[in-house]
């Protein structure tokens, strides 16, 4: 017969091989001179696999450094983040770069494309850079089903912002990551391409299995999600 402590360990057991992402009392601070600014406090998270969050607060609350940290872009100050029960704090930067290349794709405000190659070439590297097979045909399926099959000779510059950002999330999902992390992902585009934008990516996470983590001042975007978190000085209210 079980011991009511080692059913209360097994029931542990279970619930965190359901996790993808977990984070345990992570603080972030910075020392400016004498003075200690403290960024996130104490966040306690736990996301499963296909939850769509929506993070929400207002500016300089700790929304996009807790996109950071989660991306292994900004170190912890305390706590711990576990991705796929990987204690990300205790590896090495190659080693947790090596995770966010592979299994977390990330999407900015400003797009942060490559200014002299072009569409194509901009998804094609990051599947180089894996050593994907075929790189250039994988990308150009991408951006046909993100609507630029004509658009894929075509520099940044000779783009629209959502054409850009389309892009831009055809480069972050094009390793299938299991996270996708979006920090204000419509911040620079007009209603119409927000609308576009949103139904690619909660679309996409649907069809295929991955978990969206999303920054957004936007409530109708925020109100897709099927969680929303609210972020207040640094913590989580």
Do not use: C, W
Not at 184 to 205: R, V
């Amino acid at each position: 017969m079980h011991s009511r402590h080692s059913i209360i360990i097994l029931i542990s057991k279970v619930l965190n091989m359901h996790s993808l992402l977990k984070l345990k009392k992570v603080n972030l601070k910075y020392q400016t001179g004498n003075k200690v600014i403290k960024v996130l406090r104490d966040i306690d998270l736990t996301t499963k696999p296909k939850d769509t969050i929506s993070i929400v607060g207002e500016s300089g609350s700790g929304k996009t450094s807790l996109i950071m940290l989660i991306a292994g872009l900004e170190k912890a100050s305390s706590g711990k983040i576990f991705f796929e029960d990987q204690d990300l704090t205790k590896m090495e930067e190659d080693e947790v770069s090596e995770i966010r290349r592979k299994k977390i794709g990330i999407i900015f405000q400003s797009f942060y494309l490559i200014p002299n190659y072009t569409a194509v070439e901009n998804v094609a590297l990051t599947l180089e850079l894996n050593q994907f097979a075929n790189p250039t045909n994988r990308a150009k399926e991408l951006l046909d089903r993100f609507g630029l099959k004509d658009r894929l000779q075509n520099l940044p510059s000779q783009l629209s912002g959502g054409e850009q950002q389309r892009v831009a999330i055809a480069r972050a999902i094009a390793m299938k990551p299991s996270l996708i992390l979006a920090d204000e992902p419509t911040g620079n585009l007009d209603s119409e391409n927000t609308i576009m934008i949103s139904k690619i990516l909660f679309q996409y996470a649907k069809d295929e299995g991955s978990s969206l983590m999303m920054v957004t001042h936007d409530p109708k975007l925020a109100a897709q999600a099927s969680r929303k978190i609210k972020i207040k000085d640094g913590s989580i209210v």
